[in-house]
């Protein structure tokens, strides 16, 4: 987490959007043509991704707009800072995206659909505005969050991650984001108790002779994270299982684009991410480095399987539906696989330029 300005201008608040009510033609008429989010997930249920893709290329060329009737509306702020930039605004309810790419409209809109659903993140957020801003980021962490308090909860994301991967490794990066940061520290006692897991050696899990501890690790709370019996593992598991079922719910009413892979996705997600902050005390660097990462990769395979023996044997029964979606073995050439995975997806933000935000 970092310090950073509000990422909008007064220009910008210029442009707040509208939502109309959706669905009525005094609504649409009224809005001159906007279209509303929850008319655009209504839109991408009935008529699939595609017709919203459609449609919002049609409003970013036309923003003036000329389908008043056509449909359901969703709001888009174009707001111009210099030319040739544009900036897109898209929300639902509460929850918002800025400067997304019309080519990745329906992913974003999944995104905020996920997070809109999710009972233990929309307590937490509590109807303050949560915003999501991608940004040409090429460090090794691909987001971070900031719970500004009555002013909102600022999510800041690589836009190469956002583009590249796919929703169920961006709803387990959100996982993380929320299930081990705020949502913890926001819950009454979990300071206190979090207190005797600090600054101690606690095995890890899989792992005989191997120890973690959050006073050395690079991110303290990464480890409290991980700690197996914590508040905090306790509750990303919490957030990562209810995402979890979030997907798997898209994948059974078949929402455009949904699968079942997309909750194995997640899961993998979730168990690369605990894996290797155990395995590695959080310096997960150590894991890239192509003459000593081998020894370092074997380990969080190791970690990885145990972790997921743990919780896919130990699954409360309101999750049993996500057990046979568990991901399989997790051999250590996959683990090199997924951090050069990663490391081309940074490269290609380096070399090249996302197309949601300007470089
Ligand atoms: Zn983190």
């Given at each position: 987490m970092r310090a950073q300005k509000p990422p909008y201008t007064a220009e910008e608040a210029t442009h707040e959007q509208r939502r109309p009510p959706v669905g009525t033609p005094a609504a649409s008429r009224r809005a001159g043509g906007d279209i509303t989010p929850a008319g655009v997930l209504a839109l991408q249920r009935t008529a699939g991704n595609a017709a919203v893709t459609g449609m919002v290329k049609h409003r970013w060329h036309?923003?003036?707009?000329?389908?008043?009737?056509r449909g359901p509306q969703v709001t888009v702020t174009t707001v111009q800072r210099a030319l040739p930039i544009q900036r897109m605004r898209w929300a639902s309810g509460n929850f918002e995206f800025t400067n997304v790419s019309p080519d990745y409209m329906d992913k974003a809109t999944r995104v905020l659909d996920l997070l809109s659903s999710h009972s233990i993140i929309k307590k937490y957020v509590n109807g303050r505005p949560c915003r999501i801003t991608l940004e040409k980021r090429t460090a090794d962490t691909p987001a971070d969050v900031i719970d500004r308090g009555p002013d909102g909860v600022q999510v800041t994301m690589a836009a190469h991650y956002f583009e590249n991967y796919e929703i169920g490794y961006i709803a387990g990066m959100l996982a993380h984001e929320f299930g081990i940061h705020p949502v913890p520290e926001s819950r009454r006692g979990v300071t206190e108790e979090e207190a005797m897991f600090k600054d101690m050696d606690w095995p890890v899990p899989g792992l005989s002779g191997s120890t973690m501890n959050s006073a050395t690790a690079k991110q303290g709370d990464h480890v409290l994270g991980v700690l197996p019996g914590s508040p905090r593992y306790q509750i990303y598991k919490d957030v990562a299982l209810e995402m979890a079922r979030l997907l798997l719910r898209d994948a059974t009413s078949q929402a455009?684009?949904?699968?079942?892979k997309d909750v194995t996705d997640l899961l993998d997600c979730f168990l690369m991410d605990v894996a290797s902050v155990a395995a590695t005390n959080d310096n997960r660097l150590a894991a890239a480095s192509?003459?000593?990462?081998g020894a370092v990769r074997r380990n969080i395979a190791t970690v990885y399987e145990h972790y997921k023996n743990e919780i896919s044997t130990n699954l409360p029964e309101e999750y049993a539906d996500l057990k046979p979606l568990f991901p399989p073995e997790k051999v250590p050439s996959a683990v090199t696989a997924d951090f050069g995975r990663l490391a081309k997806s940074v490269a290609s933000a380096m070399w090249g330029k996302p197309r949601s935000v300007d470089g």
């Open positions: 036309d923003p003036v707009g000329t389908d008043i009737g455009p684009e949904a699968s079942p192509l003459f000593s990462g």
